[in-house]
């Protein structure tokens, strides 16, 4: 309907990949700034906590710089799933949840990264 816009993909893309960056940078954050606390809240052990933090941290600026954008955004992937599979098998959380909790956010995450990892984060990226 509107084949004009198609010159805008690229920057579609590129603000996409810097909105799932700032998400999970700040969810890395979250898991690096009190690890036990955070540890415990998602039932996790300290050390595993700190790895999904460095590793949500890591995807994040990948994504956000365009670094290894496609490996980026399946290691984002995989961290989602784990997140979805957490919340209907241990936490019994339905898909829209309680309170905007449940894993309808995780899945449109797993969305953006595959259009992320399909379009190899579009033209405006750090490295090929």
């Known amino acids: 309907m509107f084949p004009q816009l198609a ?7 590129l603000l996409l990949r810097l909105m799932v960056g700032l998400i999970f940078v700040t969810s890395g954050y979250g898991h690096l700034k009190d ?4 540890a415990k809240d ?12 460095i590793a949500e941290v890591s995807g994040a ?5 365009g670094v290894l954008t496609q490996l980026a955004a399946f290691g984002l992937i995989l961290i989602m799933f784990g997140a979805i599979q957490k919340k209907i098998f241990a936490w019994h959380t339905g898909f829209w949840g309680q309170r905007g909790s449940g ?5 449109m995450l797993i969305l953006m990264n595959l259009v992320i990892a399909f379009t190899n984060g579009g033209a405006y990226v750090l490295m090929r």
Not at 7 to 13: A, I, K, V
């Open 61 to 65: 600026l990948g994504v956000t710089f």
């Open 7 to 13: 010159r805008f993909t690229d920057l579609g893309l």
């Open 35 to 38: 690890p036990a606390a955070r």
């Open 42 to 53: 998602i039932g996790m052990s300290k050390p595993f906590t700190v790895f999904l933090g």
């Open 103 to 107: 894993w309808h956010y995780d899945l």
